[in-house]
């Protein structure tokens, strides 16, 4: 071994960040995310480890299955980072107990960044810049494309260095006080009710049909009674339909597409929708 008795650098800690951000890009059906992981430890293992057969035992070490939210992956690569430097340099924790952090981090973290990342985060830029888009504002996919950078790699740093230097305290503590199951609810409840409002600018349905009296002297619009008891009645009504049917009878996104495509074309040619 070598240099068993300097700790991580800042400079060491940027480079296991930059190897972190590729956490995806090794992705395979065996044990997932384990070389992205692998690859961020790297600089450690450069750092405190010269021969082979060294290096080849914290390499296996990283190599176990390891799969969660990306860019929350960061925070147990800043703890495996922790863990890693001080078995190179004091020695006095068992190796094994990395993957067995690791392990215990995927499923609390996984739901965390699923919940305000993928289900809250990025849900809201993109309805912002898809309604900034659709009246014709080239803003809008230059601010989801820079909202989404903007947290996605805030995300990363503050996982790889608070991971570092916290350790395992920084998950268990929010475990501990609840706050990640907390966090995790609210913002499922955040994202419904923020997707919801962006319903009636997104999805767009009208019916032509009218009603007329038997003396022909009334008319009645079915669309402009419908506007009358609730304006967006019936892009509402399609979309909870849509989440109904996915939910009930767990129908492939793209075979409800394909659904929607060739019945809004009979239903446009037979007069029913507008």
């Not at 060739?262 to 040619?269: A, D, Q």
Request: charged content about 15%.
């Amino acid at each position: 071994m070598k240099n068993t008795d300097q700790t991580l650098t800042r400079k060491d800690l940027w480079k296991v960040f930059r190897g972190q951000i590729f956490m995806r890009s090794c992705l395979n059906f065996a044990r997932f995310q384990n070389l992205g992981f692998m690859d961020a430890m790297a600089p450690i293992i450069e750092k405190y480890y010269e021969t082979p057969e060294e290096k080849k035992t914290i390499i296996d070490r990283h190599m176990q299955l390891f799969l969660t939210q990306p860019m929350v992956s960061a925070i147990p690569v800043g703890v495996a980072a922790a863990l890693e430097e001080r078995i190179a340099t004091k020695n006095d924790i068992d190796p094994d107990m990395v993957n067995s952090v690791k392990t215990a981090l995927m499923g609390p973290l996984a739901a965390l960044g699923d919940s305000l990342i993928n289900g809250t985060a990025r849900p809201i830029l993109a309805g912002i810049a898809c309604g900034l888009a659709l009246t014709g504002n080239p803003f809008g996919p230059i601010l989801f494309l820079l909202g989404m950078s903007l947290i996605t790699l805030g995300v990363r740093y503050f996982g790889v260095f608070k991971g570092y230097s916290e350790g395992v305290s920084i998950v268990a503590n929010m475990k501990k006080s609840g706050l990640i199951d907390k966090i995790t609810e609210l913002a499922s409840v955040a994202a419904f009710v923020i997707v919801g409002g962006f319903v009636p600018n997104v999805v767009s349905l009208t019916t032509p049909i009218q009603y007329v009296s038997g003396d022909g002297n009334t008319t009645i619009a079915i669309q402009s009674t419908l506007d009358g008891l609730l304006p967006k009645l019936l892009p509402v009504l399609l979309t909870l339909l849509m989440y109904s049917v996915l939910r009930k009878y767990k129908i492939s996104p793209v075979l409800l597409m394909l659904i929607l495509l060739f019945g809004g074309l009979i239903g446009y040619l037979l007069g029913i929708f507008g």
